[in-house]
T-cell receptor, first 118, second 119 residues
Framework: AQKITQTQPGMFVQEKEAVTLDCTYDTSDPSYGLFWYKQPSSGEMIFLIYQGSYDQQNATEGRYSLNFQKARKSANLVISASQLGDSAMYFCAMRGGNYGGSQGNLIFGKGTKLSVKP | EAGVAQSPRYKIIEKRQSVAFWCNPISGHATLYWYQQILGQGPKLLIQFQNNGVVDDSQLPKDRFSAERLKGVDSTLKIQPAKLEDSAVYLC?????????????????FGQGTRLTVV
């Protein structure tokens, strides 16, 4: 069975500093995708970044980067130069291959609440 | 491009009453999901549609929950009768789907959700 684990219920970071949010996953599928979503207090889930299991390089999207360590089954999100608007819940999610699990379904972790201090 | 639309945003009902949520996905998105997000947890899939057919409803409590997606566009999720533990945010999401199955890197686009409180 596929599983996502986020062990940090809450994190604090000073404005303009970098922060790493942890995510580990478990799957038997050789092909899978890893996603990070941001959920502000308004409730909408906002897609941030994607990493494929066969991607050779770590994904980057602006201030977001993904530290992908396949052997350790970890996909940590790094946010550089934190801003007050980054305060939100952050969810790690996984999509497995079509030969295992649901077709295209995203499986989410429990999330990490990030608070950025001025 | 318009996003995923959901209504209502908030709903308060008494236990044993019924309630319905509506979702309009992004135009052209063949796949539609309903997720349940209980406070303090990540979203959990309730049902997934591909066009107007059900792909996965293994975690849908079918004795009280039902969902339909007529004509492969809008979708309605219903709870009847509601229980206290149904209090949650119900998120609708949609995705494109490639001709040869799912594109692995296809993100799901989410609506703002409906916050249900059962008292």
């Amino acid at each position: 069975a596929q599983k996502i684990t986020q062990t940090q219920p809450g994190m604090f970071v000073q404005e303009k500093e970098a922060v790493t949010l942890d995510c580990t996953y478990d799957t038997s599928d050789p092909s899978y995708g890893l996603f990070w979503y941001k959920q502000p207090s308004s409730g909408e889930m906002i897609f941030l970044i994607y990493q494929g299991s066969y991607d050779q390089q770590n994904a980057t999207e602006g201030r977001y980067s993904l530290n992908f360590q396949k052997a350790r089954k970890s996909a940590n999100l790094v946010i550089s130069a934190s801003q007050l608007g980054d305060s939100a819940m952050y969810f790690c999610a996984m999509r497995g291959g079509n030969y295992g699990g649901s077709q295209g379904n995203l499986i989410f972790g429990k999330g990490t609440k990030l608070s950025v201090k001025p | 491009e318009a996003g995923v639309a959901q209504s209502p945003r908030y709903k308060i009902i008494e236990k044993r009453q019924s309630v319905a949520f509506w979702c309009n996905p992004i135009s052209g998105h063949a796949t539609l999901y309903w997720y349940q997000q209980i406070l303090g947890q990540g979203p959990k899939l309730l049902i997934q549609f591909q066009n107007n057919g059900v792909v996965d409803d293994s975690q849908l409590p079918k004795d009280r929950f039902s969902a339909e997606r007529l004509k492969g566009v809008d979708s309605t999720l219903k709870i009847q009768p509601a229980k206290l533990e149904d209090s949650a945010v119900y998120l609708c999401a949609s995705s494109l789907r490639g001709d040869r199955g799912f594109l692995m890197n296809t993100e799901a686009f989410f609506g703002q959700g409906t916050r249900l409180t059962v008292v």
